[in-house]
């Protein structure tokens, strides 16, 4: 991704600190999303989905899915900081997915944890995000679920998100697999809705 345009910029290591430590803070909301891999699966559900959102449609349902309550910024300098930083992230994954799927890499393969346990809770948080973000517009997404063949697609991150039972039965390799088979997963969710006639590989 080359683009000039300063909004749609990947945001910096220290972009990315200055964005977490905000998110952990308890300036937010008690149900906000809490950690930048949430938000960065969240954020990429809405990507990669079939439907468009206007900033203000999701923007709100990080602070609180009810749209009720919003962050307590210390001043308007940071509330702006913030916004622009969430919004440019949002632009950058979007931006992405449009110029180059096949480079997407979830955020959670492209930092370091110092462990591995802390690892696996940033895959956690990041498909708990991605489902919060597929349900801005779940009947927009019944599509990809009525289909057996695509419905698999989705399949490791529901897990990976331990909303079921089913991860509870899981191998360390198995969980690992599927870890790294989310990034593909989110390349063939995209062309799912957005490739051209890509649908029809997943039809029988």
Known sequence: MNSSDPSM???SLDELSTLEQFLVSEQTPPDALSSLEMLD???TAAA?????????EWYSSIWDQEKKLKPEFSSAEKAELIGELIVR????????LSDEPEEFLPIFDRVGYESDEVRKLAVEEW???????MELAYDAWKPLFDDEEAAVLSM???MLSKV?????HLTDNEISELTESVAESV??????????????????
């Open 187 to 204: 390349i063939c969710i995209y062309s799912f809705w957005h490739g051209e006639g890509d649908e029809d590989e997943y039809d029988e």
């Open 41 to 43: 699966g969240y954020m």
């Open 9 to 11: 910029q990947p945001l």
């Open 89 to 96: 992230h949002n632009n950058s994954i979007t931006q992405l």
């Open 164 to 168: 079921s039972d089913d991860f509870n």
């Open 127 to 133: 498909a708990m995000g991605f489902i919060i973000g």
């Open 156 to 158: 490791s991150i529901f």
């Open 48 to 56: 990669v989905g079939p439907q468009v959102f206007e900033v203000d």
